[in-house]
């Protein structure tokens, strides 16, 4: 059946900012979506709050709605615009509630607007756990047996018939908040609190606990035919009682046998379709008993999901893509799959390699947080990995995620204490995998491991496989005495040369050079949707050790733009709209783009924005690699943020081109004392600072500099063990806390300026002259950190001469540096005295939002500049804003009851929100002046 012609117009609703538990996954989803249905010639408007997305960029959709996400957003909208239909699927939770409330209050019926892609009995079904269990019950599905409780005496009646251990799930959350397990009836009444709160139906399923049971997700797409197919199956490493979102995933399925399988994919499709006659997506999860392989399903959510990008990434079927075609009426045979060009939408995906979900931890950011993961998602973002077995792609996962490790152990950081290792087992946190390779490498029982973690035996076996390994690497002295064939194994199962060379005690150069003598080198491998059945035409590949090469090199020049890896607190989203930006305005330059990174979340790792994709982890050998394969005339790191910029200083040593801002100019931004001799030599005021390596330096320079003083580490990112510090206790507890945890890095001590006010600019320099992008006046004091400050674009406060001083000093360090593309300087201003507390020559988490403000593409700008494709004085440049833009900080403290919430010089928010405001009387904006007021007459 052709497309609905009768939809001219339709209106995608965003998933507001990032939070835990709804992440850049939406971004992607949403952005594909729009770009689907402007190929149908649809006029697509966008409605979102969130600047730092790509999913509201101009590029994206016709019409762009900045504003926040309510009820009389979506009406002023729809006064505005004709809108025939509604597409409420891609914004995750928020969209659906969203959609929901419209609904009630007749909205969508007076403007005559129907909703696509799901219908609201679908949703209420799904999300309604009263309706859902009667609705397996109905179609003969097996669910937990539960109780629906409106009331703190009905929850008690529930739990007294269910008996304990018991779940508690609130309806109408996101991630799991408000819900939990109870094991026992002592801490039943404040779980159920809890949860009753957390609804804001002030509705909770208690619910029968299956704790050890094995947990499954499907994604499906169905077209109004009722034509469905399966996309993915995703198994979860860990069992039954952690959040999907915090558990280790694993496609396809590896302990499912096929008689499961089949029953499974059976009452996928009845669970589907009982929802109702819509066209989209669909996830479903399900659990099942180890022993007897019974099923039960859990959930269903009748939309593009979470797991969806994981799914796309990892099958290469653009499901949100896809989903918004059958929306307006498609067909799934009538649509081509976009990776073969040949075969039809309704062909299912075959893998023919593995792929691994791991998630990525911020609890160091939330102290005195419980790292015990349970129902409520506690997670910040993820990465993916691909390979040709599952422990290839497991270990490239722990290469991937940001945090020191080079593997799956080997690598410095393994526990030796047993019984702390089986305690870690029983109570699940965010290293458990680690601590299983421990409890196997200390010679615990499978058996044992089994019956703590609960985790399939397969999965124990595995890894125990990798124990057996490094024991047989013991018995060889140097790089030398490995066979060729056993380098060639330890690498088919992700071992880094880092984790050999630990293990030997050697250098990983040593390593190195002797796999490339022997000749074991990376091979790539195309992601195809299909094991290599039919030719594939998609540029999207990962890396593995085999005999093919599929990865030809062109003879165009090349760019590489290095992503920022997963999600985490200080380097979120924003960064990825630099990169994807960046790509952009590499191609458009006549340049061939190729992307590397590795999180399934984002836009930038959709495979049709890069000329190329490596879906990789941003780690050296995996990096230098895919250099000597397609030789670039340079490399791009000023994009992807701190994951980026920490790769700088190899590129230099190898003499490998980095466009741009030069490594020295980076380094010695970061070298705070070089730093502030260069602040001396241009004459611009800094506060008194010091540079220790020790304790008693540290002591002998905060009494010089004089308290209050601010300490933190060089060379982190966020803010990371940022304190103000009064006195010699304090100082001394932070600097060894320091030590502690990063020991290769110094201490800075600076002078803090009480009461002062803190504002930041943004700026592009091509070492002629320096454009201003944007000046943001912080309403929250100098000593919190700038992504915890609402900021104002332009100023509203200070006075011409601090603007002055701001801008010669900008433009003063940006040449100092020599700079080549993008910086941003921060700044403390006190009793009408500008400071410079830091400069960062690369994208900041603030270039997003002012380019969405002012409605300028300061991204090409800035990356046509550093490839030396264009000057600043060939781009007209034309500022647009009525008013002012505040950039609101959005935190998600929920998660985490129990952490200190007071905002300081170490980052803690989740994502960010863009308001606009006609002027300074705007209650929005009164409001928070006078927060600002409270907080500089402390």
């Known amino acids: 059946m052709p497309k609905d012609t009768s939809i ?3 209106l995608i609703i965003g998933s507001g900012p990032i939070i835990i538990g709804q992440a850049c996954e939406f971004d992607y989803s949403g952005s594909q979506a729009s770009r689907s249905l402007r190929e149908e010639g649809i006029e697509v408007s966008l409605i979102n709050s969130n600047p730092a997305t790509i999913m509201t960029d101009p590029l994206t959709a016709d019409h762009i709605y900045l504003l926040p996400l309510t009820v009389e957003s979506i009406e002023s909208i729809l006064q505005e615009r004709q809108i025939d239909a509604v597409l409420p699927t891609m914004g995750g939770q928020t969209a659906l509630n969203l959609a929901i409330e419209v609904g009630e209050q007749g909205v969508w019926d007076k403007y005559n607007v129907r909703l696509i892609g799901v219908d609201l009995e679908a949703i209420e079904l799904a999300e309604n756990r009263e309706a859902f269990r009667k609705l397996m019950k109905r179609i003969d599905m097996y669910v937990a047996p539960s109780f629906i409780a409106n009331s703190f005496l009905e929850g008690k009646e529930a739990a007294q018939k269910i008996g304990f251990p018991l779940v508690i799930r609130p309806s109408y959350t996101l991630g799991g908040h408000g819900g939990g397990f109870v094991m026992e009836e002592k801490d039943f009444d404040e779980a159920l609190r809890r949860g009753l709160n957390a609804s804001p139906t002030h509705e909770v399923l208690v619910e029968k606990a299956v704790l050890g049971w094995k947990e499954f997700e499907l994604e499906l797409l169905r077209d109004q035919d009722d034509n469905v197919v399966i996309i993915c199956t995703v198994e979860n490493l860990d069992p039954m009682g952690i959040h999907t979102g915090d558990s280790i995933t694993v496609a396809p399925a590896m302990t499912l046998s096929d008689t499961s399988y089949q029953q499974m994919r059976n009452d996928a499709i009845r669970m589907m379709r009982s929802l109702g006659n819509f066209a989209g997506g669909c996830n479903v999860q399900f659990a099942q008993d180890p022993e007897t392989e019974k099923l039960m399903a859990i959930e269903i959510n009748p939309r593009v999901s979470r797991s969806s990008a994981l799914a796309s990434k990892a099958t290469g079927y653009p499901i949100a893509k896809i989903a918004a075609k059958l929306a307006i009426g498609y067909t799934l045979g009538e649509l081509k799959n976009q990776i073969t060009k040949t075969t039809s939408a309704y062909f299912e995906p075959t893998l023919d390699y593995v792929i691994v979900k791991m998630p990525r931890w911020n609890f160091d950011k939330f102290y005195g947080s419980s790292h015990i993961l349970g129902l409520q998602m506690k997670s910040v973002g993820e990465v993916m990995a691909i390979g040709r077995t599952f422990l290839e792609a497991l270990q490239k996962a722990c290469q991937s995620q940001e945090n020191n490790r080079m593997g799956l152990g080997a690598d410095k950081k393994e526990w030796i204490k047993t019984q702390d290792i089986l305690e870690r087992l029983e109570q699940v946190s965010d290293d458990r995998i680690y601590r299983v390779k421990d409890a196997l490498r200390l010679g615990v029982p499978s058996k044992s491991i089994h019956k703590l973690t609960k985790i399939d035996p397969w999965f124990i076996k595995q890894i125990k496989s990798l124990v057996k390994m490094e024991d047989q690497l013991l018995r060889y002295n140097v790089p030398e005495d490995i066979p060729a064939e056993f380098m ?49 035409q998609t540029p999207y590949f990962y890396s593995t050790f085999d005999s093919e090469n599929e990865s030809i090199p062109s003879d165009k020049e090349k760019i590489i733009v290095l992503g920022s890896g997963p999600n985490r607190i200080g380097q979120g989203i924003e960064f990825d709209y630099c990169c994807v930006h960046g790509v952009m305005a590499i191609r458009d330059a006549g340049y061939e783009a190729i992307m590397i990174n590795c999180n399934p979340e984002t836009v930038s790792t959709d495979f049709d924005i890069a000329d190329k994709l490596y879906f990789e982890p941003i780690f050296w050998e995996h990096i230098e690699e895919i250099l000597e394969l397609e030789k670039p005339i340079g490399v791009i790191v000023q994009l992807g943020g701190q994951t980026a910029l920490k790769l700088a200083e190899k590129f230099h040593e190898r003499g490998i081109p980095i466009l741009g801002s030069s490594y020295e100019a980076l380094d010695l931004a970061e070298d705070r004392g070089r730093f502030s001799d260069l602040l001396k030599e241009q004459g611009i005021p800094y506060p008194r600072y010091g540079v220790a390596d020790d304790a008693d330096e540290a002591l002998e320079i905060a009494n010089k500099v004089s308290y209050p003083v601010l300490v933190r580490p060089s060379y982190v990112l966020g803010g990371q063990r940022m304190r103000i510090v009064i006195n010699d206790a304090e100082l001394e507890r932070s600097v060894l806390s320091i030590f502690k945890h990063l020991p290769d890095n110094k201490v800075l001590i600076d002078q803090f300026l009480e009461r002062a006010k803190e504002a930041e600019i943004d700026a592009i320099c091509d070492g002629e002259e320096v454009l201003i992008m944007g000046i943001m006046e912080h309403i929250e004091p100098a000593g919190v950190h700038s992504g915890d400050s609402s900021a104002v674009l332009p100023p509203y406060s200070l006075s011409e001469n601090v603007i002055a001083q701001m801008v010669e000093y900008t433009k003063k360090l940006a040449m100092a540096l020599k700079t080549v593309g993008l910086i941003n300087i921060q700044f403390a201003i006190k009793d009408e005295k500008v400071y410079v507390i830091e400069a960062n020559p690369r994208a900041s988490r603030t270039t997003p939002f002012i380019a969405k403000a002012y409605n300028v593409p300061f991204l090409k700008i ?7 494709y264009k000057k600043l004085k060939d781009f007209e440049i034309d ?3 009525e008013g002012f833009a505040i950039k609101v900080p959005i935190f998600s403290f929920e998660k985490f009851p129990n952490v200190d919430k007071q905002l300081g010089p170490e ?8 308001r606009f405001i006609k002027d300074l009387r705007d209650p929005f904006f009164r409001e928070m002046d006078k927060r600002r007021s409270m907080y500089l007459s402390r």
């Open 879 to 881: 500022k647009k804003l």
């Open 862 to 868: 800035a990356t046509q500049v550093m490839i030396g």
């Open 8 to 10: 001219k117009s339709v």
């Open 488 to 536: 060639l194994q330890l690498k088919q199962v992700g071992y880094s040369d880092a984790q050999i060379a630990w293990l030997m005690r050697i250098s990983e150069e040593d390593v190195t050079k002797y796999r490339k003598k022997i000749n074991i080198r990376r091979t790539y491998k195309m992601v195809d949707t299909c094991a290599a059945e039919f030719e594939a």
């Open 907 to 914: 980052m803690k928010s989740t994502g960010e929100a863009i």
